[in-house]
């Protein structure tokens, strides 16, 4: 008995070792894969707001010459966009935020878009005071009612501001950002959903640029929520605002060319 054990056990012992000369040790190649879903939302709603109080009609003469080629290069991107304009009179006989024109919303199937877009630059003389920052809450708060169907929740809210004097509206930059936060939640990576860009008087050193009675008042609040929201800043008082209008277009197309993951990634384990 004790010899046939013996036997046995060897036997086992040389099966043992052959099945773990032919087994080899290590990690398994890294070809696990995990997916996730990715979004491009290309939506973009484009609120311009014009100041057209008098000694206004100089500049908006020479944007009308000029936006021409900011239109073309919207409609020739692939951008789901809306843009509509108001005005900065917020007076009970003005525009108080509602969009101006017929059809109110320009979109890139919109016909003669770039001409449409144009004649709502060049816009009749009327005194009031300006209140752009009003004007543009004013137009969001309408947006059930006389503005319905420009503002879309998931889209890209921006906002140009071209005027020549400072911005009137009760309150200040701070609260009208705080308006436009609550509106426009930053996504689940903190990335704001909104941005305003000013061609405003600055103040700068050499700027010559006089509203009605050679009174010349800088932009300071429009200024403030560029700064916050990473918008364009741009001079007024020029004769030339195309680079300006580019840097608008570029920043527009920045905002939507963003590819956004449905969860935060850990980047410790990404491997390109």
């Not at 894969?33 to 009609?57: E, F, G």
Request: net charge negative.
């Amino acid at each position: 008995m004790k010899r046939i054990l013996i036997v046995t056990t060897i036997l086992a012992a040389t099966v043992m070792l052959a099945s773990c000369a032919s087994q080899k040790f290590g990690l398994a190649p890294a070809d696990v894969k995990y997916n996730a879903t990715v979004s491009w939302n290309n939506k973009i709603d484009i609120l311009w707001v014009i100041d057209n109080t008098p000694s206004m009609q100089q500049h908006q003469t020479i944007l009308a010459n000029q936006i021409g080629a900011f239109a073309d290069g919207l409609a020739t991107r692939n951008l789901d966009f809306h843009l509509g304009v108001t005005t900065t009179n917020i007076a009970s006989d003005g525009e108080r935020g509602k969009l101006i024109g017929n059809p109110k919303i320009l979109t890139s199937s919109t016909s003669g878009f770039r001409n449409q877009f144009v004649s709502r630059v060049v816009l009749p003389e009327v005194d009031h005071y300006e209140q752009g920052l009003g004007a543009t809450k004013m137009a969001i708060e309408a947006r059930g009612t006389d503005n319905v169907g420009f503002f879309r929740d998931d889209a890209f809210l921006v906002v140009v501001v071209f005027s020549n004097e400072d911005d009137h509206s009760s309150g200040n930059a701070q609260d009208f950002i705080n308006f436009l936060e609550g509106y426009k939640k930053p996504t689940q990576f903190g990335e704001r959903m909104w941005t305003l860009h000013s061609l405003v008087a600055m103040g700068t050193s050499g700027e010559s640029c006089s509203t009605n009675g050679q009174y010349t008042e800088p932009g300071y609040e429009y200024m403030g929520v560029a700064d916050f929201s990473a918008g364009v800043k741009t001079s007024i008082c020029v004769s030339d605002f195309k680079q300006a209008l580019s840097g608008i277009e570029k920043k527009l197309w920045d905002s939507t060319s963003k590819f956004i993951l449905d969860r935060i990634p850990m980047v410790e384990s990404i491997e390109v």
